[in-house]
Nanobody, 129 residues
Framework: QVQLQESGPGLVKPSQTLSLTCTVSGASITTNFYYWSWIRQPPGKGLEWMGA???????YYSPSLKSRPSISRDTSKNQFTLQLRSGTPEDTAIYYC?????????????????????WGQGTQVTVSS
């Protein structure tokens, strides 16, 4: 059973960088065909897919966030991370890491969908002075 756990500061000041880590257990993040995403939910709004890194290290970003997010991984720790530059109060949300396993066609389109198999519990991040 794959388990994910988010960690990071709960409060970030405007203009600072928001940094979160997802620690994975039950599977290696390099195991074939796994996709590892960051998803957030602002208060009163729906889920927003932010970006992902796959088993090979390829990275995908939501175009709506432009060049603000940066996703990386540390295979020695079985973790992947999110950095979101230039935080604003609109970035206040519950942040989730999530994952699915997919081989063949259609995997990319599954990234921005509700087709995730595993979720972290979520972590609240507030951007405020």
């Amino acid at each position: 059973q794959v388990q994910l756990q988010e960690s990071g500061p709960g409060l970030v000041k405007p203009s600072q960088t928001l940094s979160l880590t997802c620690t994975v257990s039950g599977a290696s993040i390099t195991t074939n065909f796994y996709y590892w995403s960051w998803i957030r939910q602002p208060p009163g709004k729906g889920l927003e897919w932010m970006g992902a890194i796959d088993y090979s290290g390829s990275i995908y970003y939501s175009p709506s966030l432009k060049s603000r997010p940066s996703i990386s991984r540390d295979t020695s720790k079985n973790q992947f991370t999110l950095q979101l530059r230039s935080g604003t109060p609109e970035d206040t949300a519950i942040y989730y890491c999530a994952s699915f396993k997919c081989a063949g066609h259609g995997c990319y389109s599954r990234l921005n969908s509700d087709g995730y198999d595993y979720w972290g519990q979520g972590t609240q991040v507030t951007v405020s002075s």
